[in-house]
T-cell receptor, first 111, second 118 residues
Framework: DSGVTQTPKHLITATGQRVTLRCSPR?????VYWYQQSLDQGLQFLIQ???????AKGNILERFSAQQFPDLHSELNLSSLELGDSALYFC??????????FGPGTRLTVL | AQKITQTQPGMFVQEKEAVTLDCTYD???????LFWYKQPSSGEMIFLIY??????QNATEGRYSLNFQKARKSANLVISASQLGDSAMYFC???????????????FGEGTQLTVNP
């Protein structure tokens, strides 16, 4: 158990819908990262927050947005969902830079 | 741009033997970190080991060690005394920069599927 929690574990929805994925980092970790893992694209970095501020942005679509709240939990919002958004979405957290610890992931299926 | 290459899509090893998983990287940043993760079939990403570019010694964590050859830009993972539970996908990853406050995205390789045979 990495100490990072993600909810929900599985999500099945339809094209065009909007979903919210939630992440709670390990106690004391200030950074939260979101990654997407799909069969065709592999593991891709989406976005990083550090203590509530956006610090780095990767290949995140405009239909996707994220935020980190004062209690350091983070949410990833995915809207106007397409079939190609089906993937495993990971949240990770870190402090100090010598490790990034991943949550169990949310498996999103868009039908 | 940073790049990670794992040239072995699949590897097989006998139980109790050692195995080396290859990873090469490319970066122009003198400060970087290298990571290895294990992803079993259940899907979670398990952090195994970390090596910083300025670390003087190769990292070790239990049965895992990282063979860091800076001049060759390689960071191979060595698993000693393989166990059946080691069967999984293994990913090498790199972060440019050492400070998480300045943006610390990980770039991943494509992974190596390790199968441990009894």
């Amino acid at each position: 158990d990495s100490g990072v929690t993600q909810t929900p574990k599985h999500l099945i929805t339809a094209t065009g819908q909007r979903v919210t994925l939630r992440c709670s980092p390990r106690s004391g970790d200030l950074s939260v990262y979101w990654y997407q893992q799909s069969l065709d694209q592999g593991l891709q970095f989406l976005i990083q927050y550090y203590n509530g501020e956006e610090r780095a942005k990767g290949n995140i679509l405009e239909r996707f947005s994220a935020q980190q709240f004062p209690d350091l939990h983070s949410e990833l919002n995915l809207s106007s969902l397409e079939l190609g958004d089906s993937a495993l979405y990971f949240c990770a957290s870190s402090v100090g830079g010598r490790g990034q610890f991943f949550g169990p992931g949310t498996r999103l299926t868009v039908l | 741009a940073q790049k990670i290459t794992q040239t072995q899509p699949g590897m097989f090893v006998q139980e109790k033997e050692a195995v080396t998983l290859d990873c090469t990287y490319d970066t122009s940043d003198p400060s970087y970190g290298l990571f290895w993760y294990k992803q079993p079939s259940s899907g979670e990403m398990i952090f195994l080991i970390y090596q910083g570019s300025y670390d003087q010694q190769n990292a070790t964590e239990g049965r895992y060690s990282l063979n860091f050859q800076k001049a060759r830009k390689s960071a191979n993972l060595v698993i000693s005394a393989s166990q059946l539970g080691d069967s999984a996908m293994y990913f090498c990853a790199m972060r440019e920069g050492l400070r998480e406050t300045s943006g610390s995205r990980l770039t991943f390789g494509e992974g190596t599927q390790l199968t441990v045979n009894p």
